[in-house]
């Protein structure tokens, strides 16, 4: 169990047998009265935002989490197939789950699946990853506008901005927390 003086940005806690992600946290003092922590928390399932206030020194439950090597080998139609990368089980999860992270999906790609109770309910993409651009529209010569970027279609499927200067068959780093471009990888 957690009490609130544990609480800091990050902390997973169990309320109403949901995991909860502390988004931001507060401890407030008033001159009158008791001590209480009011706080965001993301739930980890669903994805909603809830706004809770806690009495200090309250006591919340430690949700049973667990983080789980895989290793993405496929794509069903709308289902994504994982290999453990300790016991090589293969692992099936629904194209709801994963959200937006199957833009950045690439087959033979390490990952991390965070489990409740058992069951897969989110992952962990890499931060960065490098992929090709498959389709853009090529760099007009003279075109140096700073900071002018075109959409681009990368090897993974989905659509990105890039610089001008970048064509098409070009390796770059994409960060998979936001969706953009980061550098040209040279190589």
């Given at each position: 169990?957690?009490?609130t ?12 047998n ?8 507060q ?11 009011r ?8 994805g909603?935002v809830?706004?809770?206030t806690f009495?200090?020194?309250e006591?919340?439950d430690?949700?049973?989490?667990e983080?789980?090597?895989v290793?993405f080998?496929y794509?069903?139609g709308?289902?994504?197939?994982f290999?453990d ?6 692992l099936e999860i629904n194209?709801e ?8 999906m ?16 989110d992952?962990?993409l890499?931060t960065?990853?490098e ?9 007009l010569?003279g075109?140096t ?11 993974t499927?989905a659509?990105i901005q890039?610089?001008?200067?970048l ?7 994409v960060?998979?927390r936001?969706?953009?471009?980061v ?5």
């Amino acid at each position: 169990m957690y009490s609130t003086t544990d609480f800091k940005k990050g902390l997973k806690i169990e309320i109403n047998n949901e995991p909860f992600n502390i988004v931001e946290f507060q401890h407030v003092k008033p001159g009158k009265g008791n001590a209480f922590v009011r706080t965001r928390l993301k739930s980890l399932i669903s994805g909603n935002v809830l706004e809770r206030t806690f009495k200090s020194g309250e006591k919340v439950d430690k949700p049973d989490l667990e983080n789980k090597k895989v290793q993405f080998l496929y794509e069903d139609g709308e289902i994504y197939h994982f290999m453990d990368m300790e016991t090589f089980e293969q692992l099936e999860i629904n194209s709801e789950k994963l959200g937006d992270a199957t833009m950045y999906m690439m087959e033979q790609m390490e990952t991390e699946v965070l489990y409740y109770k058992g069951e897969p309910i989110d992952i962990e993409l890499p931060t960065f990853i490098e992929v090709n651009v498959v389709q853009t529209d090529p760099g007009l010569k003279g075109d140096t506008v700073s900071g002018a970027t075109k959409p681009a279609v990368i090897e993974t499927g989905a659509t990105i901005q890039v610089p001008l200067f970048l064509n098409e068959n070009e390796r770059i780093k994409v960060d998979t927390r936001t969706g953009t471009y980061v550098e040209r990888v040279k190589g």
